[in-house]
């Protein structure tokens, strides 16, 4: 599994770990019914504590992207896609806020930020 840990980041590293698993969830490079590594695996692979890595998994869980099944491991759930577009949502008014802030503080008027927005979302 390709987790990046940064250790500049504002995220705690559960936070972190938590996130790309989603992404990589959302985006279908991780399918229902795969396996996840074991918590003490991953903790080995990233060099972390297995304690933060057992606050992901717990996290992921709640959250309804994996389920564990003891003795056997945690799996990625099948996908409740109302769930996943909230997901989806969200991490896009993260990047909008931020978008906005800095077009606020360029001097970037809310016209020119809808254009700008319009332009790129039509490029892809």
């Known amino acids: 599994m390709n987790i990046i840990i940064s250790n500049s980041s504002d995220k705690p590293i ?3 770990i938590t ?3 989603k992404q990589m969830i959302i985006s279908g490079d991780l399918q229902p019914g795969d396996q996840l590594p074991s918590m003490r695996m991953l903790a080995k692979e990233l060099r972390i504590s297995v304690i933060t890595t057992k606050r992901a998994y717990e996290d992921l869980e709640r959250d309804g ?3 564990t099944i003891v003795g ?3 799996f990625v759930a099948d996908k409740n896609m109302e ?3 909230e997901e989806q949502l969200r991490i896009v008014e ?4 931020k978008a906005v802030e800095g077009a606020k503080a360029g ?6 930020l809808q254009d700008i927005i319009r332009m790129i ?3 892809e």
């Open 94 to 97: 993260e990047h909008l806020s």
């Open 65 to 67: 992207f994996i389920y």
């Open 107 to 112: 001097g970037i008027s809310l016209e020119e």
């Open 83 to 85: 769930f996943v577009r």
């Open 121 to 123: 979302y039509e490029e």
């Open 19 to 21: 996130s790309q698993i």
């Open 14 to 16: 559960y936070e972190q």
């Open 72 to 74: 056997k491991g945690s």
